[in-house]
């Protein structure tokens, strides 16, 4: 259930601590001194309106990992040659980048297809993400926000320091998925289904935002949340 008298919010912690977090690998590439907060969600969740108050009204660096796979896959890119060599020229835009519509007809179609492409691209975006993380440890950032649609089924969630995971309810998805891609309700729905079910997302996450409400209620969830870790310590020290 979310938090009493907040509506929108849960915690799976206790305390600071997370019951599935394993303290090992890839968090000794991080500073100790720096926060990493794991910012995910399905499909027209909501994930990237809270990436966005969480850069402009908190003022939070925040890496995208979309952005990042989009430079994963520049044309000359390692990433990009072995795509080509993977799918063949049919992926392929004119201009050597990569054909986003087409690359998402085959992967919606099949799960093989899917599996084959993170296998190239989680890589290179892992790279990426840490030379990010780096430059923003020169500079001294404290908190830091990773958003990364992919977080959980990459296997990243050891590489952050906490999982926030936006849920939001099936019929809100479905109706701004085909709102906003101009899709019918049918492809509307596998988009949502070849994803990991927010169910199984939601055992693994620390803290889950449900954004089924207004915009101002969205923002009074993250108000709640970003005091909290203020009050407890556990992110922003």
């Given at each position: 259930?979310?938090t009493p008298g907040i509506p929108g919010t849960r915690s799976n912690r206790s305390g600071c601590a997370n019951p599935y977090r394993r303290?090992?690998?890839?968090?000794?590439?991080?500073?100790?001194?720096?926060?990493?907060?794991?910012?995910?969600?399905?499909?027209?969740?909501?994930?990237?309106?809270?990436?966005?108050?969480?850069?402009?009204?908190?003022?939070?660096?925040?890496?995208?990992?979309?952005?990042?796979?989009?430079?994963?896959?520049?044309?000359?890119?390692?990433?990009?040659?072995?795509?080509?060599?993977?799918?063949?020229?049919?992926?392929?835009?004119?201009?050597?980048?990569?054909?986003?519509?087409?690359?998402?007809?085959?992967?919606?179609?099949?799960?093989?297809?899917?599996?084959?492409?993170?296998?190239?691209?989680?890589?290179?975006?892992?790279?990426?993400?840490?030379?990010?993380?780096?430059?923003?440890?020169?500079?001294?950032?404290?908190?830091?926000?990773?958003?990364?649609?992919?977080?959980?089924?990459?296997?990243?969630?050891?590489?952050?320091?906490?999982?926030?995971?936006?849920?939001?309810?099936?019929?809100?998805?479905?109706?701004?998925?085909?709102?906003?891609?101009?899709?019918?309700?049918?492809?509307?729905?596998?988009?949502?289904?070849?994803?990991?079910?927010?169910?199984?997302?939601?055992?693994?996450?620390?803290?889950?935002?449900?954004?089924?409400?207004?915009?101002?209620?969205?923002?009074?969830?993250?108000?709640?949340?970003?005091?909290?870790?203020?009050?407890?310590?556990?992110?922003?020290?």
């Amino acid at each position: 259930m979310p938090t009493p008298g907040i509506p929108g919010t849960r915690s799976n912690r206790s305390g600071c601590a997370n019951p599935y977090r394993r303290d090992t690998g890839p968090l000794s590439k991080r500073s100790k001194s720096m926060k990493v907060i794991g910012l995910t969600g399905g499909i027209a969740s909501g994930k990237s309106t809270v990436s966005a108050i969480f850069r402009e009204e908190y003022k939070l660096p925040v890496i995208d990992a979309d952005l990042l796979s989009r430079e994963a896959v520049l044309p000359g890119s390692p990433g990009m040659r072995q795509i080509e060599t993977a799918f063949g020229r049919e992926v392929l835009l004119p201009d050597g980048s990569l054909n986003r519509s087409r690359m998402g007809e085959l992967i919606c179609d099949d799960s093989a297809v899917r599996d084959r492409l993170n296998a190239i691209l989680h890589p290179a975006i892992k790279d990426l993400y840490y030379a990010n993380l780096e430059m923003l440890k020169r500079d001294g950032k404290p908190l830091v926000i990773y958003d990364c649609p992919l977080l959980i089924e990459a296997g990243q969630r050891d590489e952050v320091d906490e999982v926030l995971l936006v849920v939001t309810d099936a019929q809100t998805r479905l109706k701004r998925i085909m709102e906003r891609d101009g899709v019918d309700e049918s492809l509307a729905k596998k988009k949502i289904e070849i994803q990991m079910p927010d169910e199984k997302k939601i055992e693994l996450a620390d803290t889950i935002i449900y954004n089924n409400g207004t915009l101002a209620d969205l923002k009074n969830s993250l108000d709640f949340y970003m005091k909290e870790k203020l009050k407890n310590a556990c992110i922003m020290s």
